[in-house]
């Protein structure tokens, strides 16, 4: 059968102060009235039945899940002892599909990305189903890139494969990291690389005999998890073999290495909306080019991106700013230095006084 996985374990620290450790980026409503994880498990459910689709998280955020999830089941709700990267997370929920279904199929997907067009979006998983069910390959989304965007890795495509398949699919050349923006430039007129939209769809079985190649010791700790499953030592077993696991992403620990992975070039229209500045694709400009969620007021201020909950926010002859004021933090950062803010974050965190607003 087939299984969704949501990955809910990030902290949002580039949509900081709205988006904090203890309510991170997924749980916030920053396009309209529904938070980014619902409109994920809304889209997914069109696809995959409600039963099948499962959240991998922490304890930190189980009652929020909870509270905006009030559809899925406790069960689906897969709990890690402690957080070490994706390899880690999807290693473990697919040692668990498995154990339930020898034949599991898993889509695993953010929680905190904007997706337009979910009908082409829907076919594009639908085809990459097709392709786990009937290959031994990783399958990857690729979105057409549509400026030179620093914030995300890329994929470089190879040969493409079977012309029969509606939508262009590739072999995967190689992966690359975030760029810098001469390099995102040379890769959009290039014409032959994707961003890499963090999807991932494949056989459960087939993935685990990628971790046996590429990560043997992730691999001897899952194996041992997967023993562990319905005992009653399950919960101390699999919080054992968290703790000898070094974290590692699953793109620099398997996805990089593994030679047969493919990409299917998408179609719809997706978004990380990862950092203040990407909120400009979606908010409105006033005529001086100020874009603004709340209340505001100014006198000869151009070009700012202003959030605010409740208190009115004025400005006299500032440009290019952003501020975003919450009930106990107010940011006020120039555009142009809004990566910065995880350094930020970084910075209070070793000061105690501080770090309960991180």
Same mark, same amino acid.
């Given at each position: 059968?087939?299984?969704?996985?949501?990955?809910?374990?990030?902290? =949002?620290?580039?949509?900081?102060?709205?988006?904090?450790?203890?309510?991170? !980026?997924?749980?916030?409503?920053?396009?309209?009235? #529904? /938070?980014?994880?619902?409109?994920?498990?809304?889209?997914?459910?069109?696809?995959?039945?409600?039963?099948?689709?499962?959240?991998?998280?922490? #304890?930190?955020?189980?009652?929020?899940?909870?509270?905006?999830?009030?559809?899925?089941?406790?069960?689906?709700?897969?709990?890690?002892?402690?957080?070490?990267?994706?390899? $880690?997370?999807?290693?473990?929920?697919?040692?668990?599909?498995?154990?339930?279904?020898?034949?599991?199929?898993?889509?695993?997907?953010?929680?905190? #990305? #904007?997706?337009?067009?979910?009908?082409?979006?829907?076919?594009?998983?639908?085809?990459?189903?097709?392709?786990?069910?009937?290959? @031994?390959?990783?399958? $990857?989304?690729?979105?057409?890139? /549509?400026?030179?965007?620093?914030?995300?890795?890329?994929?470089?495509?190879?040969?493409?494969?079977?012309?029969?398949?509606?939508?262009? $699919?590739?072999?995967?050349?190689?992966?690359?990291? !975030?760029?810098?923006?001469?390099?995102?430039?040379?890769?959009?007129?290039?014409?032959?690389?994707?961003?890499?939209?963090?999807i991932l769809i494949c056989k459960a079985s087939y993935l685990l005999k990628q971790y046996k190649k590429h990560l043997p010791d992730v691999y001897e700790s899952l194996k041992k998890m997967r023993d562990g499953l319905d005992t009653d030592n399950e919960n101390a077993i699999i919080e054992e073999e968290y703790r000898k696991i070094?974290?590692?992403?699953?793109?620099?620990?398997?996805?990089? @290495?593994?030679?047969?992975?493919?990409?299917?070039?998408?179609?719809?229209?997706?978004?990380?909306?990862?950092? %203040? $500045?990407?909120?400009?694709?979606?908010?409105?400009?006033?005529? %001086?080019?100020?874009?603004? @969620?709340?209340?505001?007021?100014?006198?000869?201020?151009?070009?700012?991106?202003?959030?605010?909950?409740?208190?009115?926010?004025?400005?006299? =002859?500032?440009?290019?700013?952003?501020?975003?004021? /919450?009930?106990?933090?107010?940011?006020?950062?120039?555009?142009?230095?809004?990566?910065?803010?995880?350094?930020?974050?970084?910075?209070?965190?070793?000061?105690?006084?501080?770090?309960?607003y991180v």
């Open positions: 059968m087939n299984y969704a996985l949501i990955m809910c374990g990030g902290s =949002g620290s580039r949509f900081w102060p709205k988006s904090r450790k203890a309510f991170p !980026k997924q749980f916030l409503n920053p396009l309209g009235p #529904h /938070t980014m994880i619902q409109l994920t498990f809304s889209r997914i459910s069109n696809l995959i039945p409600i039963e099948n689709i499962y959240v991998v998280t922490n #304890h930190n955020y189980v009652d929020i899940i909870r509270e905006q999830l009030p559809e899925l089941a406790e069960d689906n709700i897969i709990l890690e002892p402690m957080q070490k990267e994706t390899a $880690t997370c999807i290693g473990y929920s697919a040692v668990k599909f498995l154990k339930k279904d020898p034949e599991a199929v898993m889509i695993v997907l953010p929680s905190d #990305h #904007h997706i337009e067009d979910e009908k082409e979006f829907i076919s594009t998983l639908q085809q990459g189903l097709l392709i786990a069910e009937n290959s @031994k390959a990783l399958i $990857t989304i690729g979105v057409k890139p /549509t400026r030179p965007e620093t914030a995300y890795g890329y994929i470089q495509v190879g040969k493409k494969i079977n012309s029969e398949w509606p939508i262009d $699919t590739y072999k995967v050349k190689r992966f690359t990291e !975030k760029p810098n923006k001469e390099k995102a430039i040379e890769f959009i007129e290039d014409g032959r690389y994707l961003w890499n939209s963090g070094e974290g590692i992403s699953i793109d620099y620990g398997i996805l990089e @290495k593994s030679k047969n992975i493919y990409v299917i070039k998408s179609n719809f229209r997706w978004d990380d909306i990862g950092n %203040w $500045t990407a909120m400009e694709r979606y908010m409105e400009k006033d005529e %001086w080019g100020n874009q603004v @969620k709340g209340k505001f007021i100014h006198m000869d201020s151009r070009d700012c991106i202003i959030c605010g909950d409740k208190r009115l926010i004025a400005a006299i =002859g500032v440009n290019d700013l952003i501020v975003v004021d /919450t009930d106990d933090v107010l940011l006020v950062c120039r555009r142009e230095r809004d990566q910065d803010i995880k350094e930020l974050l970084n910075r209070m965190d070793q000061y105690e006084e501080y770090k309960n």
